[in-house]
DNA sequence: TTCACGTGTAAGGAAAAAATGACACGTGAA
DNA sequence: TTCACGTGTCATTTTTTCCTTACACGTGAA
């Protein structure tokens, strides 16, 4: 059971990813149908370097995949579409998950102790 | 079916909640058994003031509870327990959560308009 | 009283994310 | 050539998060 799901790191970079309304509706416009970077922009009312840099941030977490195209008129369009994720989230999912932090964060150390 | 799921507010206030090793290994630890603050914040290796901003941040999202009992040497403790949390994210349960996003954080004009 | 351990918060700085604006380059059509 | 529309990036500012330090309060035991 449990598809084995991402690792906690992958996990940290896909919460992260769609932990914000911008990406959220760009996924949810890709749902739909793929598009490209300047009417997607228009669509969503950003403008094209914002949309490129959640672009970058939803690609790089794996969420959604681009290509670039050359029309019929020659123009290079890089066209966007999901990627068919799955993510199932639940308490227990995500203590399997930390298991593969490799990102603790925190000094690492023991502990700041702070009354001693 | 599906279950409804939260609103894109609340979804996206989860998301954040959990986008971070952190609050993740919050979750992860108290998946097994409730705890109270200093003890996990010792576990974790992380200070009480911090734990607790992360701590607020989890409960705000509604993904952990904590109410504070009295110990039997009278010592108030403030146990945090996980609630029974189930996520479900694909394209498009993102896609209907946003119709809800209350959020849509560009300045909600048309857009941007650059080049005109 | 003092110490150990529990609670909580407020102030301030460092770091990361979000957003804007100004560029540069390429192509087809007027 | 100039315009419209496509691509991209860099520099900078604004905004949020994250984190530390320091403080305040309460209780039981030494």
Redesign the pocket.
Known sequence: MSVGGPTGDDLVEML?AL??P??LRIVATLAGRRD????L?RELG?????L???L??LEAAGLIT?R?ELSD??????YYEVTDFDLHLTASAVAEAVQTLTRP???KGPA?K??T
Chains 1, 2 share one sequence.
């Open positions: 992260a932990a914000n911008i990406r490209y970077v300047s009417q922009a950003v403008s094209r370097p914002l490129h840099m959640h970058r941030r681009g670039l008129e020659g123009k290079a369009m890089k964060d925190p000094g700041p702070e009354s």
